[in-house]
């Protein structure tokens, strides 16, 4: 009798406390609904984007404001220098010790983000690759490097179009994973990944947030022109010095570096960043569509319904 009791208050505890995760394409209002979702339920929001860890970039980045840090307390927002080694397995750690720590306090809590590899890892956990041969990637980096980023995102369509479609192929370091993957065991990258679950000491709520395609465009076209006149130019001059580190080999960045460097003009410059994060958002929907269990609103959806939808589907959890 006392065993079952102790089993129930475990399974009672782990029920009880639940993430809300906010997904969707980037410009979509995702961190506006993660403040009111966070005052709503009293609680914290983690961040799952992978380059709004970065102190020294804020605006390239969308990363909240600081009027919008002072609405909701924020964890994994510019925690981290461009120089630092940080990976997504770093962030599992990390985030989960919040987590635990946070939950000891609080049965809800908010991550949101659009980096979709972040967010299954928090979610599900990372999978788990054969070790290869360290001499692929030497020579995939010294590919990139002679025959550039398009020649090894021809060679990944080629080897595992699945992951083409899916995995942020305009990161060199995620690219390069994938392919070393695919070479060194003959089998697509998209093959080792999982379908079983890390066992978490909570449950997750996944809130999707989406519009028509042309509408999500429009609001991207506008972003850009928005973060150009907050000074982005500024910003990513200030770190030019630095333009061969890895975090920022990001859109927004990668394509004013040509610009400082004299090889683009700016017009094509802006225009590239627009059509970069056009596909970056298409990614990204694609990745997150996979969750069948995810709950998609359109991005004008009030906070009220989906705060309701939230609380309906929580029921499920106690019962």
């Known amino acids: 009798m006392v065993q079952n009791f102790a089993i129930n208050a475990v399974v009672n505890y782990i029920m009880t406390k639940i993430l809300i995760s906010i997904v969707g394409p980037t410009a979509i209002g995702k961190t506006a609904l993660s403040i ?8 914290d929001i983690i961040s799952a984007d992978s380059r709004q860890f970065y102190k020294e970039m804020h605006i390239g980045t969308a990363a909240p404001t600081p009027s919008e840090l002072a609405s909701a307390k924020h964890h994994f927002i510019h925690h981290k220098s461009v120089e630092d080694n940080y990976s997504v397995g770093d962030f599992e750690k990390e985030a989960i010790k919040m987590l635990d720590t946070l939950f000891e306090t609080r049965d809800t809590v908010i991550m949101v983000g659009g980096s979709g590899l972040y967010v299954d890892a928090v ?11 360290s001499s692929i990637r030497t020579s995939l980096n010294k590919k990139l490097r002679s025959e550039g980023i398009e020649a090894l995102q021809d060679q990944l369509k080629f080897l595992d179009p699945k992951s083409y479609k ?11 994973r994938a392919l070393e993957i695919c070479i060194g065991t003959k089998q697509p990258y998209s093959s080792f990944l999982s379908s079983t679950h ?24 506008k972003r850009v022109d928005f973060m150009l006149t907050e000074g982005l130019l500024n910003e990513v001059k200030a770190l030019s010095s630095k333009q061969h580190l890895n975090a920022l080999n990001t859109v927004g960045y990668k394509e004013l570096f040509k610009f400082l460097n004299d090889e683009w003009s700016l017009d094509f410059a802006v225009s590239e ?22 709950l998609w609103f359109d991005y004008k959806t009030d906070a009220k ?3 309701e939808a939230i609380t309906d589907y929580k029921k499920g959890f106690l019962t």
């Open 36 to 43: 009111k979702l966070a005052q709503h339920f009293g609680t």
């Open 273 to 294: 960043i627009k059509k970069n994060t056009r596909r970056f958002a298409k990614r990204q929907l694609t990745w997150f569509k996979r969750n069948t269990n995810t």
């Open 123 to 133: 979610i599900k956990g990372l999978d788990a690759f054969p070790k290869v041969d």
């Open 198 to 221: 890390k066992e978490r000491a909570f449950k997750t709520i996944t809130i999707g947030l989406t519009a028509e395609r042309e509408v999500i465009y429009d609001r991207i076209n």
């Open 166 to 176: 899916t995995i942020a192929i305009a990161n060199p370091h995620r690219l390069i």
């Open 305 to 307: 319904l989906i705060i």
